[in-house]
């Protein structure tokens, strides 16, 4: 929303409720909701038991969670803390299915290092 409109009320004084209600498009609540509980299963769990075993460092920034909304950012942050990935806004578009086989593939390989 921020790159692109500047800020909520912008997006949706230029029409784009998509950018700014989840609501706007109901159909993908579910998937959300599912796709969130795949990863929990799949990858957050796992990450879990592994930060409590001590094999992997549990990192936190306090930064980030008390900076709260700020419209004026003007690079939106897509790298995801503690392990080097960029956000990817397309999963929910895909279909659930897809979704979820790319997840497991990606588990079977972090299995096998």
């Keep these: 929303i921020?790159?692109?409109y500047g800020g909520p009320m912008q997006a949706i004084l230029a029409g784009?409720?998509?950018a700014v209600f989840?609501?706007?498009?109901?159909d993908k609540i579910p998937l959300h909701n599912l796709y969130e509980l795949v990863w929990i299963v799949k990858k957050g769990w796992p990450r879990l038991q592994r930060i409590l075993a001590?094999?992997?460092e549990f990192k936190f920034?306090?930064?980030?969670l008390l900076e709260g909304y700020?419209?004026?950012q003007k690079t939106p942050r897509e790298e995801q803390l503690g392990h080097g990935t960029s956000r990817d806004k397309t999963k929910i578009d895909q279909t659930f299915s897809q979704s979820v086989q790319e997840l497991l593939?990606?588990?079977k390989r972090r299995r096998r290092k």
């Design 70 to 72: 700020r419209g004026d």
């Design 22 to 26: 989840i609501l706007d498009e109901p």
């Design 61 to 64: 920034s306090p930064e980030i």
């Design 16 to 18: 784009d409720f998509n």
């Design 54 to 56: 001590g094999e992997e």
């Design 105 to 107: 593939a990606l588990e």
């Design 2 to 4: 921020n790159a692109e």
